[in-house]
């Protein structure tokens, strides 16, 4: 990769995204921050990464929106001059049986989880610099198959799979395609409507005996973008304590 190494996060304005690009800017790239609604705390984050020293700009798209992600990448391109990473993070989590889940409930989460995943994976293989890397995101439920998480599992096993057939659609370009699987990780996305037993017992379930933290992803993430993470290939990595 050049020694200008650019990284587009998805849905960075908080959480695991939010703390994929402080890492990943304080791993020396250049951060795009990428936000569908959350135009504050993505300026926000960009001061903090500039004021300690780091490189990073904004950009607003709706990934589920295929126009959205192609003005995503041309913005980026034109400011930062390329791409070397992807980090897939955008994503929805809505729960409820199958029996009981509405239109929009799929809907909406096979359009931003899997469709605007399959988007800018679609972009990236196309743009990345030669030697680059692609980070999915996955979950852990894949693995424990639990209640109520059924739609939202699904759409992640997908991206596990897609995971698996872009790493080798890129063959020739030293370009990497993994995925990231958190288990129960403490942001809002997770907490959200979840009773203090529920996330305690939560928190129990690996071996560790924690939740994971954002940064504990944001660990992850960087070992796969960094130059110690270049001979892993088309895999899942879990990142759960683990619980499975």
């Known amino acids: 990769m050049p020694d200008h190494k650019v990284a587009i996060v998805t849905g960075a304005s908080r959480g695991i995204g939010a703390a994929v690009a402080e890492r990943l800017a304080s791993d020396g790239f250049t951060v795009?921050?990428?936000?569908?609604?959350?135009?504050?705390?993505?300026?926000?984050?960009?001061?903090?990464?500039?004021?300690?020293?780091?490189?990073?700009?904004?950009?607003?798209?709706?990934?589920?929106?295929?126009?959205?992600?192609?003005?995503?990448?041309?913005?980026?391109?034109?400011?930062?001059?390329?791409?070397?990473?992807?980090?897939?993070?955008?994503?929805?989590?809505?729960?409820?049986?199958?029996?009981?889940?509405?239109?929009?409930?799929?809907?909406?989460?096979?359009?931003?989880?899997?469709?605007?995943?399959?988007?800018?994976?679609?972009?990236?293989?196309?743009?990345?610099?030669?030697?680059?890397?692609?980070?999915?995101?996955?979950?852990?439920?894949?693995?424990?198959?639990?209640?109520?998480?059924?739609v939202y599992a699904a759409t992640k096993a997908a991206i596990e799979l897609l995971t698996g057939v872009l790493s080798r659609e890129l063959r020739g370009r030293s370009i990497t395609v993994n995925a990231v699987a958190p288990g129960p990780t403490a942001t809002a996305l997770f907490l959200n409507g979840k009773s203090p037993e529920l996330i305690e017992h939560m928190s129990k379930m690996n071996p560790l005996e924690r939740l994971g933290t954002p940064e504990d992803i944001a660990n992850a993430v960087a070992f796969l973008a960094g130059p110690d993470g270049g001979w892993i290939n088309g895999q899942v990595l879990r990142a759960n304590g683990g619980m499975v």
């Open 32 to 150: 795009a921050i990428n936000y569908a609604g959350g135009a504050p705390e993505a300026e926000a984050l960009a001061a903090r990464i500039v004021g300690a020293g780091g490189m990073a700009l904004t950009v607003q798209a709706d990934v589920s929106d295929p126009a959205a992600v192609l003005r995503m990448w041309d913005k980026v391109e034109g400011e930062a001059g390329g791409v070397d990473v992807l980090v897939n993070n955008a994503g929805i989590m809505k729960l409820a049986k199958i029996a009981d889940g509405d239109d929009a409930l799929i809907d909406s989460q096979i359009a931003i989880n899997l469709k605007g995943s399959l988007y800018m994976m679609r972009e990236a293989a196309k743009r990345l610099r030669d030697g680059g890397r692609i980070i999915n995101f996955s979950t852990s439920v894949v693995g424990l198959k639990l209640e109520t998480y059924g």
